[in-house]
T-cell receptor, first 108, second 112 residues
Framework: TQLLEQSPQFLSIQEGENLTVYCNSSSVFSSLQWYRQEPGEGPVLLVTVVTGGEVKKLKRLTFQFGDARKDSSLHITAAQPGDTGLYLCSSSASKIIFGSGTRLSIRP | NAGVTQTPKFQVLKTGQSMTLQCAQDMNHEYMSWYRQDPGMGLRLIHYSVGAGITDQGEVPNGYNVSRSTTEDFPLRLLSAAPSQTSVYFC???????????FGDGTRLSIL
């Protein structure tokens, strides 16, 4: 059974700081998605990574897929209060599963 | 654009009652799934379906049943509600198992 481990579980930083959160598995990902969820809403897709070593950028967010396709990271540059939320990684083998998430809080 | 529609948005049940959470999508997606999310936690997979007539168990299937008689609909049934089933339930769909999922707005369920 593939499990996705996300770290850290919680992160509270000052506005303007940089941060990185991680998603790891003991199994190889076929593809991996990152979602952000805000309170009272369903998760919303940020990005999909497919190729080992792939790097994708979405404004201040940089997503990296490990060369072996067993890990991924999300780096946020100059965090803003609007980045606050629960960040979830997701992958699929025979079914789609999610990690437990990183809850990010940005202090003004 | 309706996307994924979940009903009801809120529900309070008494222990032992049964009910069905409805989920419908209008995108002709083959893959549909149900998750529960407990406070401060990620999403745990309850049941999923890769197409009409096909369903399978996820990580936490006990106490829940599903069926997929059409591509559009994927209802989740609680057979005999228990307080441990108090949670927020999300339905999601995607074109295939390897595509990103589209989520409904969730059903907030309380079991007293």
């Amino acid at each position: 059974t593939q499990l996705l481990e996300q770290s850290p579980q919680f992160l509270s930083i000052q506005e303007g700081e940089n941060l990185t959160v991680y998603c790891n598995s003991s199994s190889v990902f076929s593809s991996l998605q990152w979602y952000r969820q805000e309170p009272g809403e369903g998760p919303v897709l940020l990005v999909t990574v497919v190729t080992g070593g792939e790097v994708k950028k979405l404004k201040r967010l940089t997503f990296q897929f490990g060369d072996a396709r067993k890990d991924s990271s999300l780096h946020i540059t100059a965090a803003q209060p609007g980045d606050t939320g629960l960040y979830l990684c997701s992958s699929s083998a025979s079914k789609i599963i999610f990690g437990s998430g990183t809850r990010l809080s940005i202090r003004p | 654009n309706a996307g994924v529609t979940q009903t009801p948005k809120f529900q309070v049940l008494k222990t032992g009652q049964s009910m069905t959470l409805q989920c419908a999508q209008d995108m002709n997606h083959e893959y549909m799934s149900w998750y529960r999310q407990d406070p401060g936690m990620g999403l745990r997979l309850i049941h999923y379906s890769v197409g009409a007539g096909i369903t399978d168990q996820g990580e936490v299937p006990n106490g829940y049943n599903v069926s997929r008689s059409t591509t559009e609909d994927f209802p989740l049934r609680l057979l005999s509600a228990a307080p441990s089933q108090t949670s927020v339930y999300f339905c999601a769909s995607s074109e295939t198992i390897n595509q990103p999922q589209h989520f409904g707005d969730g059903t907030r369920l309380s079991i007293l």
